[in-house]
């Protein structure tokens, strides 16, 4: 899954996967996010769930 893939549903991340560090970029790539980029990341971090 890239990262500005579509996200539509909620992701249980498990404590051995590479999501953690996902949502680590997506939480660095939405300090730097235009508005609009902001929006949607906002939006697919609270579909994610650790």
Do not use: C, W, Y
């Not at 579509?6 to 404590?15: F, H, R, T």
């Not at 902001?38 to 697919?44: H, I, N």
């Amino acid at each position: 899954m890239g990262l500005l893939s579509k996200l539509n549903a909620p992701v249980i991340l498990k404590s051995d996967s590479s999501a953690k560090q996902e949502l680590q970029e997506l939480e660095q790539l939405q300090k730097s996010a235009s508005f609009e980029q902001k929006k949607e990341l906002e939006q697919r971090l609270t579909l994610i769930h650790i």
